[in-house]
């Protein structure tokens, strides 16, 4: 009959969700406490019946439990993963227990007998209730069919069929029973435990059962005559031996293959030996398995828990082989991992027995794949390490880098040029790079040549321009180079790409500074020189009719010149350091009023002061406050029709004085709002060459402004004019 015992270690390819698994255990301590509640109930009720035992029965029932006994200690096992189902020829007592003795004697014996057996095996206490349950159960079982089937004594051919229908029922009753709990806590699949080992079953309980039914026969003809079934019990056991050792091999053959793919089957950095370390302890039925690897000067332990321990090496002389944490009581045995010169660390085992040849040879075989996986870990460990290395070399660069295939398409695209470009990387990768990066109109279209061949069109340094997604036109300077496969050959170019646009924007303003100023410069010169040459040729005297207006007109290219050269000391000075204000109470309405009427008598334009608020007393300096206002003027007379008003306006708002200038001029375009308050920045339109100017004022006003504690802004529509506004914080708000 068949009995679980504890397996020597737990094998489990895919483990159960927590749930599931905590779900079945119940199931299974369930199974079991009904189980063993069940077989107490059946011998309980046969105690008074022993009670009145004579001395014959005595001996016979105390002979069966021997019987029993005996025949539980030399079991034949073979492993359900968590669980390890044993075989043995009890079965062969039960049927002729069944023909000869009383109820009562066959139960108790039963009981009584496997009892004893598990307890001298030293099985666990579940194991013990289980097993003897379910036996007094099965056979319990059994007795009760054999009742009801008419029948005569051991002799009758009709006692023999009841005998085996009984039998069959206690084989179906013990076999499902035990597939149950095995199904239940080896995670396994109930016909998967029954479909294992049934032929076996099968074939075994036929040849006990008969084997029994002819011992009764002829214990009944001549009781020395039972000898001679011990004969074929013995066959039986042999047979049965030879059986479960030919699948142990097959078992240990697969496990074998299993564990070779488990242990390679993937690539990692820090290895995972938990499967390979439970199919290690499977296939050398041992309790304990773990690897111990010298590592750092300390020792890395693994065990089929998937617990792994580092322990500091103190001892220079302390090797992997002597060091270890499993089961004391048992006996630890290692195979060296790595090569004879160069020991890596061990694969042990723990077992009672010795290993044999065979299993010593398939230990260290085990191990050499474990050297394999390690120095496949090793390699893979430093491959990972490289490319993160590489992969944070250049996301830190500062230049970018993009690779193009040889069908012309984005293969990568790396952080810089994400934020040189403003296009992520899952957008370029794998299109053209001229369909990334667009040149705007009038430009040259460099983009789609970059990825020929670099022998074709040289490795030189190119500078190419794109549109941005906002509008605004970036430049980047880049030089590529052939990129080749292992074997030599271009598979690819590598470019290397930097941002240069602040620098070709920066030389664009030092250009137009340069133009600006030129022009600024001569304009006033080109009169004073035609005057003063007249007068140094004599041409004109300079108490002549007309000469006072001459003088005038220089007077006035004069102050125009010191204006712009003031303006280019001030811009300088504002650089460096904050422009020197003297902040006073101030009343805004007549300051501005008074400035507004400078400003007309001057540039002879049609100023209009529109006051939209009283008593806006505010902290600010007089002097810059007018400064501010008459630039802000005469930047609106130079960019208005001729004859168009000039609306200067102040209000409150927030606490603050709003002063406004409003004219009717072309407008300023949406995307040039934030530049036009930089240094040396002029819209470039139809207007920029008439009115001239370096493009200092709106950035020496800005800075005025704010350093009053205000700020300046502009609200704009191209074709609708321009209104520039400043705040300066009011007194008392």
């Not at 005595?58 to 390890?84: C, D, K, N």
């Not at 240990?252 to 070779?260: C, I, K, S």
């Not at 069109?457 to 036109?473: L, M, N, P, Y």
């Not at 406050?625 to 004859?643: D, E, F, R, T």
């Amino acid at each position: 009959m068949a009995t679980i015992e504890a397996a020597t270690q737990a094998v489990v390819p895919s483990p159960p969700t927590l749930a599931s698994r905590s779900r079945r255990n119940s199931l299974a301590q369930i199974l079991i406490l009904v189980v063993t509640s069940s077989g107490i109930i059946v011998c309980a009720r046969q105690v008074p019946n022993a009670l009145h035992w004579s001395g014959v029965q005595i001996l016979g029932a105390a002979t069966l439990a021997v019987s029993i006994l005996i025949a539980e200690l030399f079991p034949l096992h073979l492993r359900h993963r968590t669980e390890t189902e044993s075989f043995s020829v009890t079965d062969v007592m039960w049927t002729a227990g069944l023909l000869l003795a009383p109820h009562s004697i066959l139960l108790l014996s039963v009981g009584s007998g496997v009892l004893a057996s598990q307890l001298i095996r030293k099985q666990p206490v579940r194991k013990v209730a289980f097993n003897v349950g379910q036996f007094v159960l099965a056979i319990w079982a059994a007795q009760a069919l054999f009742a009801l089937i008419p029948h005569g004594g051991p002799l009758d051919s009709a006692t023999w069929g009841a005998a085996a229908a009984a039998m069959a029922l206690n084989f179906v009753v013990n076999q499902g029973l035990m597939a149950l709990v095995i199904s239940l806590t080896a995670n396994e699949s109930l016909r998967s435990v029954v479909l294992d080992s049934l032929p076996l079953d099968v074939l075994l309980a036929v040849g006990h059962v008969t084997i029994g039914i002819v011992a009764a026969v002829l214990w009944t003809l001549a009781p020395g005559g039972v000898l001679i079934a011990a004969v074929p019990v013995m066959l039986s056991y042999m047979a049965c031996s030879g059986w479960l050792r030919s699948v142990h091999e097959r078992d240990r053959m697969q496990d074998l293959y299993r564990a070779g793919q488990v242990l390679l089957e993937r690539l990692e950095t820090d290895g995972d030996f938990r499967a390979f370390l439970e199919l290690v302890a499977r296939m050398m039925d041992a309790t304990e398995a773990e690897i111990v690897i010298l590592r750092d000067d300390a020792m890395v332990i693994h065990d089929t828990s998937g617990k792994v321990s580092e322990i500091p090496s103190l001892d220079q002389d302390m090797t992997p082989v002597a060091h270890g944490r499993g089961e004391a009581v048992d006996t630890r045995q290692a195979a060296v991992i790595g090569e004879p010169w160069n020991e890596t660390g061990v694969l042990a085992v723990y077992r009672s027995k010795p290993l044999t040849e065979t299993e010593r040879s398939l230990l260290e075989a085990l191990a050499t794949q474990v050297y394999v996986k390690l120095r496949h870990s090793a390699v893979f460990a430093r491959t990972v390490a490289g490319e993160q290395e590489l992969a944070r070399i250049i996301s830190s660069s500062s230049d970018g880098i993009l690779v193009i295939g040889e069908d012309l398409r984005i293969r990568s695209w790396s952080p810089a040029m994400e934020r040189i470009t403003g296009v992520p990387a899952g957008t370029a990768v794998g299109r053209p790079l001229g369909d990334v990066l667009i040149a705007p109109a009038g430009e040259d279209d460099v983009w789609g040549f970059v990825g020929t061949s670099a022998t074709e069109r040289g490795e030189r340094v190119e500078t190419g321009s794109f549109a941005r997604a906002d509008g605004t036109v970036g430049w980047i300077r880049f030089s590529r180079s052939a990129l080749r496969s292992p074997d030599g050959e271009p598979s690819g170019v590598v470019v290397v790409a930097r941002d240069v646009s602040a620098d070709i924007q920066a030389e664009q303003a030092k250009t137009n500074f340069i133009a600006a100023i030129s022009h600024e410069l001569r304009t006033p010169l080109t009169p004073l020189k035609g005057y003063l040459s007249m007068f140094a040729t004599g041409r004109m005297a300079p108490d002549a009719e007309g000469a006072g207006e001459s003088f005038a007109v220089m007077l006035r290219q004069t102050e125009r010149l010191e204006n712009l050269i003031n303006d280019l000391l001030e811009a300088n000075r504002m650089q460096t350091d904050q422009p020197a204000v003297r902040l006073e109470e101030v009343e805004m309405i007549a300051l501005v009023a008074g400035a507004v009427a400078e400003s007309a008598e001057v540039s002879g334009a049609t100023v209009l002061f529109e006051p939209r608020a009283s008593q806006t007393v505010a902290s600010a300096d007089p002097l810059r406050v007018k400064q501010v206002l008459a630039g802000l003027i005469s930047n609106a007379v130079k960019y208005s029709p001729p004859g168009s008003p000039i609306v200067v306006e102040t209000a409150r708002d927030a606490g603050c004085c709003v002063v406004s200038v409003k004219d009717h001029g072309e407008g300023i375009p949406a995307d040039l709002l934030d530049r036009i308050f930089e240094r040396f920045y002029k819209v470039d339109n139809g207007s920029t060459r008439s009115t001239g100017g370096v493009g200092l004022g709106l950035y020496i006003a800005k800075q005025l402004v704010e350093s009053m504690g205000g700020r300046l802004w502009v609200a704009s529509k191209s074709g609708e004019g321009s209104t520039f506004s400043f705040s300066l914080p009011l007194l008392g708000a």
